[in-house]
């Protein structure tokens, strides 16, 4: 018989501005994996919010092919968070009221804390910590467009000498934010090093709106003890998704039933190969696919063979017969 899924007991159901969180985890936007079938999946699995990957608003005023894709959701996807990054504040909000216009967004979240190179040389993501006067114009421009809840997400500042998580979380909260997310990390940290659970829990303290808390939670454990140690009002998951979707109902990596399992990759490759159309849909999916045959008991020649087979159909049948093969499947708790 399957353990029952335990999902953190010290989550309280709470808003977001008019937008109720009914669940515990949240999958965390990001670029090139949070696309509308993973969002859809994981959704499906239990996460309360479905966030874009972060849409780049210098594209949506120039009028760019390709952006749109990362606004398509599906309805079930609901509530819907558009995040959206820039250096410059009148860009953002015009680029925001485009977005709303078309696309009714249920939240709209700002990029404050991406640490990649082409995205803080120009003055965006983590390097808006470093200018609080943009954050307020931000954040107020945003709330006075608006009728849907703002909201930001952040790190706990550039480097360990200039942390300005506080600050910048009083700015979110004065100028009208509804919630903020902390990836408890400076932007030097990028992903290494531990997360900083004693500054989210201090920022938790300080703050009324939502606290979302964010960084390095790979198993249900690491969630809980992120809940109690800081008292976040809910936990987002990033990398540990892509290798356990399921962690979103509260099933731990090798604890996932094998027909749950079965069922949801299915289910995820279809809605690939539906939205990004056959081919680029099963190259999309391959990062995923090898972490999918890394749960079954193969050998990496195999996998590297399944998954850089071109032709859609080709790999989509290779694909099917290896995880039908419920015997070679590796749950450890069996
Ligand atoms: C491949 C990748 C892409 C990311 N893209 C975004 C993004 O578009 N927007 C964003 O706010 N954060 C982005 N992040 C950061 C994550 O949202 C999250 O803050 C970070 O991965 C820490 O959480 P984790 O330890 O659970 O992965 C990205 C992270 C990864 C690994």
Partial sequence: MDRLPLISPAFQPFSIGNTNVEKPYILAPMDGISDSPFRLLTRELGSALSYTEFINTMDVVSHSVGYEKRCVFFEAERPVVFQLF??????????????????????????????????VNRGAGAELLRHPQKIIDIVDGLVKIHSIPITIKIRLGWDALSKNFLEVGKIAQDYGASAITLHARTKEQCFTDPVDLESLALL????????????????????????????????????????????????????VPYPLFFVSVKKHLESMKQFHGPEKGCIVFRKFAKKYLQKFFLTTEK??????????????????HLIGNKNLYLKHDE
């Fill in 204 to 255: 938790k303290q300080s703050l009324q709106i939502p606290v979302i808390g964010n960084g390095n939670i790979k198993s249900i454990k690491d969630a809980n003890q992120m809940f109690e140690i800081t008292k976040c009002d809910a936990v987002m998951i990033g990398r540990a998704a892509t290798w356990n979707p399921w962690i979103f109902s509260g099933y731990d990596e090798n604890q």
């Fill in 86 to 119: 820039d250096d410059d504040p009148s860009r953002l909000l015009k680029a925001s009221r485009i977005l709303y216009a078309r696309w009714k967004p249920d939240i709209i979240d700002v990029n404050m804390g991406c640490s990649v190179r082409h995205v």
């Fill in 303 to 320: 996998i590297t063979e399944a998954i850089t087979i071109e032709d859609p159909d080709q790999f989509s049948e290779m694909f099917f």
